[in-house]
């Protein structure tokens, strides 16, 4: 009765119980895998959301497959900040990155095409590859002081069915960006199989450190069809809103029959409401109030964690260049999976083991930053408690 690409596993998975056990039993559970800015303790613009979604424009339907000019319009302006030059007609607007990865993919691909995405990453790109019949090949990202793309791997596995190379610019949960030197070899390897470059950077606001070797923005990049996504989620720290774009940029005759192509697609669909994207140019201005807070915030508890796990402690935790997450590495002596359950069960402490984001291979765990100190902070102690009783 049901498509084979909804054949997903529906059973919960080991961790998911221990945290529903534990809840059961009325106990708490301090949650370092939060990452919904909403539920963090910010000091949101409240007025400025709620009458921006209250504009006179929302009582006209002039509808427009890339959505409302004055939005598109806000999104050049976004992108002129970071010394990129768009036109509006290279703007699309969408409902999520999720939705801008669909369409995306119904352009560049026929069903059991492939798209190479980064290892570890994002989880989703599984489910939004299947549910646009395409698959995903992995290429690795490898760490040594700092995380590199491992690009001779990568071409190893360019095949004919290859569309496009997908990149997280910094990547979710390593933290890290695309550095020139690999932006080159990337775009030499789209030119020689014919593929696009699709930069997924809803982090792109988030860089930690001094240390910022990355190249800023892929919207400006032109020598390969290239498809890059954002949205208010992340950059404005607004996830309810539900809107998002994408910026597409390359070759001048390959650029045009792309932006005609997707326009039918996004007319198709018209999803985004007219509310919403006229709300667009006032919620992304927030972005001012609310990126400070949140910088500070993914400092102030990167400084806790460091404090916290200290010189001697047995794990360590890796080099971040940007966005939302810490990852730690533990002593292999238990999988990821046993240390994120033995955290829930003994100390009410959820993270995500690694291999919720494809690592492959050693026992990783994944905090997100954006918790509240006081949690982040007793969250860590607990983490490194059970550490510490694990190591004596
Ligand atoms: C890499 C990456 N892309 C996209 C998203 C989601 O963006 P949106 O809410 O616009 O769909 C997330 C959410 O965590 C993410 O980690």
């Known amino acids: 009765m049901f498509a084979r690409r909804t054949n997903w596993p529906l059973n919960p998975n080991r961790l998911s119980l221990a945290v529903v056990e534990r809840r059961s039993c009325g106990l708490p559970i301090l949650d370092l895998t939060e990452s919904n ?24 339907y002039e509808p427009d497959p890339r959505g409302l000019l004055s939005a598109r319009r806000a999104v050049v302006g976004y992108y002129a900040e970071r010394g990129v030059q768009l036109s509006p007609e290279q703007i699309f607007l969408t409902t999520g990155t999720s939705e801008a990865y669909s369409y995306i993919f119904r352009l560049i691909a026929n069903a059991g095409d492939h798209v190479l995405a980064p290892q570890p990453s994002y989880p989703l790109f599984d489910y939004l590859a299947a549910l646009n019949d395409v698959e995903v090949a992995g290429y690795p990202l490898y760490y040594g002081q700092a995380w590199h793309l491992d690009i001779a791997t990568l071409e190893a596995r360019i095949t004919p069915g290859s569309r496009a190379i997908l990149v997280v610019h910094p ?72 809107l998002a774009w994408i910026a597409v940029n390359g070759p001048p005759a390959t650029l045009a029959q792309a932006l005609d192509r997707l326009e039918i697609i996004a007319d198709t669909y018209l999803s985004v409401s007219t509310p919403l994207a006229a709300a667009l140019p006032q919620l992304l201005e927030l972005r001012h109030s609310i990126q400070p807070q949140i910088v500070s915030r993914l400092q102030g508890n990167l400084e806790i964690l460091d404090q916290t796990l200290g010189a001697h402690s047995p794990a360590t935790r890796l080099a971040i260049e940007g966005g939302w997450y810490a990852i730690l590495r533990l002593p292999s002596v238990r999988s990821d999976e046993d240390w994120a359950i033995e955290l829930v069960k003994e100390e009410g402490v959820l993270v995500h083991p690694g291999h919720f984001y494809d690592f492959p291979t050693g026992s990783y765990l994944v905090v997100s930053l954006l918790p509240q100190p006081e949690i982040f902070s007793e969250g860590v102690s607990r983490i490194m408690r059970v550490m510490e009783r694990t190591a004596t």
Request: a negative charge; proline letters at 3%; glycine letters at 10%.
């Open 37 to 60: 800015p909403t539920v963090c303790g910010f000091d949101l613009d409240r007025r400025t959301v709620l009458s921006a979604l209250a504009g006179e424009e929302i009582l006209r």
């Open 171 to 242: 990547n979710n949960p390593t933290g890290s960006f695309v550095r020139a030197s690999e932006l080159e070899r990337l775009a030499e390897c789209c030119r020689t199989g014919g593929l696009s470059l699709v930069a997924d950077e809803v982090f792109a606001d988030y860089a930690l450190g001094a240390n910022e070797r990355h190249i800023g923005s892929h919207a400006g990049f032109a020598e390969v069809l290239t498809f890059t996504l954002s949205g208010l989620s992340k950059i404005s720290a607004l996830p309810q809103i539900k």
